[in-house]
């Protein structure tokens, strides 16, 4: 019943910026948390970012400085603002939502993910 839909995704060059986007819909109580994920060619995929409901954020040691998570509660919309992209940012970007569906009950939720392509 939820939907987490992505969207952002690109072609950009090396230096340049994307901002992706990830509107939550369905049958949401409460966003507890919000993250990205992402999967390169022949690799596991690696968690980026996250953003919890009261804001605090964390980020993975490649993307520091780098990497922007932010969120607007009244659209359920998570985003990742991403600068200084390198070609090593190349990857499937999936967002990933922690979600209280009612009381006592947490579901994981993942997009379908969006194409970054970071050209050198």
């Known amino acids: 019943q939820v939907q987490l839909v992505e969207s952002g995704g690109g072609l950009v060059q090396a230096g340049g910026s994307l901002r992706l986007s990830c509107a939550a819909s369905?049958?949401?109580?409460?966003?507890?948390?919000m993250g990205w994920y992402r999967q390169a060619p022949g690799k596991q995929r690696e968690w980026v970012a996250f953003?919890?409901?009261?804001?605090?954020?964390n980020y993975a040691d490649s993307v520091k400085g780098r990497f922007t998570i932010s969120r607007d509660n009244a659209k359920n919309t998570v985003y990742l603002q991403m600068n200084s992209l390198k070609p090593e940012d190349t990857a499937v970007y999936y967002c990933?939502?922690?979600?209280?569906?009612?009381?006592?009950?947490?579901?994981?939720?993942w997009g379908q993910g969006t194409q970054v392509t970071v050209s050198s």
């Open positions: 369905g049958s949401i109580f409460k966003i507890n948390a």
């Open positions: 953003i919890t409901s009261v804001g605090t954020t």
């Open positions: 990933n939502a922690d979600l209280t569906i009612r009381a006592g009950v947490t579901v994981n939720y």
